[in-house]
Each structure stands twice: as structure tokens, then as C-alpha cells.
């Protein structure tokens, strides 16, 4: 069983930044990728950016690529999403999820999943 737990969510005004985190414990072996996905109000959960376990590789949806940064902590066994000149569309609930699957961008791909935090941005 992986479990994990987001923090760092919260309201900020547009252009201004948050970290979020995600503290990962449990079968590491089960684990290849680490994502963030994110969901607003009314819409689908969508991909936002995910990170290789091993081997650091990343990849990003195409609204956040050059604001977001997906980076990982190993002895902390912590994920973290830096987001920068953030926009009022970004607000949503942020979660992180766990993968057996390499770089996966979809949400049927991650058998994992944290209870999420909340960001909002205001305009």
C-alpha cells in the first residue's frame, strides 16, 4: 500500500507563487512515477505534471509547462510542485498519485492517490 499526503495549498494572488508538497510512504516498489493532477469545479480531472521516480525524468501538461516545476526529494520521500506566476485558471484542487506505469499522464494510470489540497487564485 502507498499512502500519501499533499500540503502547502492556499489563496494567493495571480502572478504570485505556492510549493506544494506530497509526503509518500509505504512499498516503494510500487512506485515508478509521481504525479500532480488537478481538478476545478465542474470539470475533469486533468494531468498537470509527473516525475520518473528513478530516474528524474519529467514531463508536463502543456498550461503549467515553464510555471510549474515537478521536483522529488528522495530521503524525504516527498514530491513537491512549485508554481510560479500563477493564474487564476490554476485554482483547483491539487492531488499527487503514485504510478506502476512510466511517466503517465492519465489518471487511470495511477493506482494511488492523496486526499488533495486546495489552491485558489484570485484575480
Known amino acids: 500500500q502507498v499512502h500519501l499526503v499533499e500540503s502547502g495549498g492556499g489563496l494567493v494572488q495571480a502572478g504570485g507563487s505556492l510549493r506544494l508538497s506530497c509526503a509518500h510512504s509505504?512499498?516503494?516498489?510500487?512506485?515508478?512515477?509521481m504525479g500532480w493532477f488537478r481538478q476545478a469545479p465542474g470539470k475533469e480531472r486533468e494531468f498537470v505534471a509527473a516525475i520518473s521516480w528513478i530516474l528524474d525524468n519529467t514531463v508536463y501538461a502543456y498550461a503549467v509547462k515553464g510555471r510549474f516545476t515537478i521536483f522529488r526529494d528522495n530521503p524525504k520521500n516527498t514530491l513537491y510542485l512549485q508554481m510560479n506566476d500563477l493564474k487564476v485558471d490554476d485554482s483547483a484542487v491539487y492531488y499527487c498519485a503514485a504510478s506502476k506505469v512510466s511517466l503517465s499522464i492519465v489518471v487511470a494510470g495511477y493506482a494511488y492517490w492523496g486526499q488533495g489540497t486546495q489552491v485558489a487564485v484570485s484575480s
Open positions: 509505504g512499498r516503494r516498489f510500487s512506485t515508478t512515477t
